[in-house]
């Protein structure tokens, strides 16, 4: 059963640093990418930042990049994926999302999402 729970949101004032997880669980998350989106209200859902199966290869959003770190801990029977966010703006507040792709390389499977709110 895939399984996909993000954790970590909340409210920090701009500045700060705020680190999100997401526990994945289901036996192939470990062979896939994984990422980070988020939707800010009144937008659509925008890419954040990506991950290979290995954790050696990262992209990120132009918006984030240099302040934002994606990683992963392919654990034995769960995927653990983190984002951690440095020199939060208010234009970062959204609720971000957590997502793995399946066997046809697309982000199929997604989290229920955690608010991130950025005080100025």
């Known amino acids: 059963q895939v399984h996909l729970v993000e954790s970590g949101g909340g409210l920090v004032q701009a500045g700060g640093p705020l680190r999100l997880s997401c526990e994945a669980s289901?036996?192939?998350?470990?062979?896939?990418?994984m990422g980070w989106f988020r939707q800010a209200p009144g937008k659509e859902r925008e890419f954040v930042a990506a991950?290979?199966?290995?954790?050696?290869?990262?992209?990120?959003a132009d918006s984030v990049k240099g302040r934002f770190t994606i990683s992963r801990d392919n654990a034995k029977n769960s995927v653990y994926l983190y984002l951690q966010m440095n020199s939060l703006k208010p234009e970062d507040t959204a609720v971000y999302y957590c997502a793995g792709q399946g066997p046809n390389y697309e982000y199929d499977y997604w989290g229920q999402g955690t608010q991130v709110t950025v005080s100025s």
């Open positions: 991950v290979t199966w290995s954790g050696s290869g990262t992209s990120y």
């Open positions: 289901g036996r192939f998350f470990s062979s896939y990418g």
